[in-house]
C-alpha cells in the first residue's frame, strides 16, 4: 500500500521540541511520510528563544516546488510564519497547487512570550492565510489577537470561531489551554460546534504542543480521517504526549512524540 505523507511548512527548532522537528516526529508516529520547508531558523531551547533568522521567500518558493512537482502531498501543515514576504509567497504557492487539507497553526509567540510573528504581518494572515486553512488552530492568545476579543470561557471561545471562520477557515479549532479547569478545544465547521475536553495534565512540559495537535491533526486527514475524529485522534495523541513528556531541558520541556509507539506498539 502507498504511504500516505504529509508537508510542514514551519520554521526549525534546533532543540527538537516544537516546529519542523516536533512536525516530522508526529507524522512519522502516525506511519505518515514526513517532508518540511523550512520558513525560519530559530535559536531556542526549553526557556528562552536566542534568535531568529527568516529564510529567503526564494527559498521558501523553491522548497514548496521541490516537493510538489515530485511528490503527491496528501495533507499540508503551516506553522510560524515570521513576516509579510513569507506569507506572500507561501499563499501563492498554496493557492496553486491546491493541496486538499491545510491545517494552519498561527505560532505567534514562544513560550518564553517571544514575539515569533511580526505585528505587520497580522493583515496578511487574516486576508491570505486563513482562507487557505481545511482547519485553523489558533490558541486562545492567538484567537484574541487575530479577532480583537477577549475570550474568557467556552461561550467566547465559540463566538471567536464564528469570526475567524468568516474570514475563510472551512473549519476552526480554537484551542482552550489557557483557561482554567478542564483543556476544552471548540471545533467550528460553520454549522456546529463540537466540543473536545480532557482533564488538564499539570506540567511545565508543554514546548511545541501546538505544532504536535496541528501536525497530528494534518496527519490523520492525510490517512483520510473525517476532520471531527481526526481532531478527536490528535487531542488523544498530544494529551498522551503531554502526560509522558521525557522531563528534558531545563524549562518548559518538549513531549513524548513516539510514547505509543514505544511502549503499545501502535497508534492508529
Given at each position: 500500500?502507498?504511504m ?29 511520510y514526513?517532508?518540511?520547508?523550512i ?17 529567503s ?9 521541490a ?16 513576516n ?16 486538499v ?11 518564553d ?20 486553512a ?9 484567537t ?28 476552526v ?8 479547569g478542564d ?17 488538564r ?23 483520510n480521517?473525517?476532520?471531527k475524529?481526526a ?6 495523541f498530544?494529551?498522551?504526549?503531554i ?11 518538549p ?12 497508534l492508529?
Amino acid at each position: 500500500m502507498k504511504m500516505k505523507t504529509a508537508l510542514t511548512i514551519a520554521g526549525s527548532d534546533c532543540s527538537g521540541g516544537a516546529g519542523i522537528q516536533a512536525d516530522i516526529k508526529t507524522f512519522s508516529a502516525h506511519g505518515i511520510y514526513g517532508m518540511s520547508v523550512i520558513t525560519s531558523i530559530v535559536a531556542e531551547n526549553t526557556s528562552r528563544v536566542i534568535s531568529v533568522e527568516n529564510v529567503s521567500p526564494d527559498v521558501i518558493a523553491d522548497q514548496i516546488d521541490a516537493v510538489f512537482e515530485d511528490i503527491e502531498v496528501n495533507a499540508v501543515k503551516v506553522g510560524m510564519l515570521n513576516n509579510i514576504e513569507s506569507m506572500n509567497v507561501i499563499a501563492e504557492k498554496l493557492n496553486k497547487y491546491k493541496p486538499v487539507f491545510t491545517v494552519i497553526d498561527p505560532v505567534m509567540t514562544a513560550k518564553d512570550g517571544s514575539e515569533l510573528m511580526r505585528s505587520s504581518a497580522l493583515s496578511v494572515l487574516r486576508e491570505k492565510i486563513i482562507p487557505l486553512a481545511f482547519v485553523f488552530t489558533p490558541n486562545i492568545p492567538e484567537t484574541e489577537i487575530i479577532t480583537g476579543m477577549t475570550v474568557k470561557n467556552t461561550d467566547d471561545m465559540k463566538r471567536a470561531a464564528e469570526h475567524i471562520y468568516s474570514l475563510g477557515a472551512k473549519n476552526v479549532l480554537v484551542k482552550g489551554g489557557h483557561l482554567d479547569g478542564d483543556a476544552i478545544d471548540i471545533l467550528y465547521d460553520g454549522k456546529e460546534f463540537q466540543s473536545y475536553s480532557c482533564e488538564r495534565i499539570h506540567t511545565k512540559n508543554t514546548h511545541g504542543t501546538g505544532c504536535t495537535y496541528s501536525s497530528a491533526i494534518a496527519a490523520n486527514l492525510a490517512a483520510n480521517i473525517p476532520v471531527k475524529i481526526a481532531v478527536a485522534k490528535a487531542k488523544a495523541f498530544v494529551t498522551t504526549a503531554i502526560e509522558h513528556s521525557p522531563e528534558i531541558g531545563m524549562g518548559n520541556g518538549p513531549t513524548n512524540h513516539f510514547y505509543e509507539l514505544y511502549k503499545r506498539g501502535n497508534l492508529l
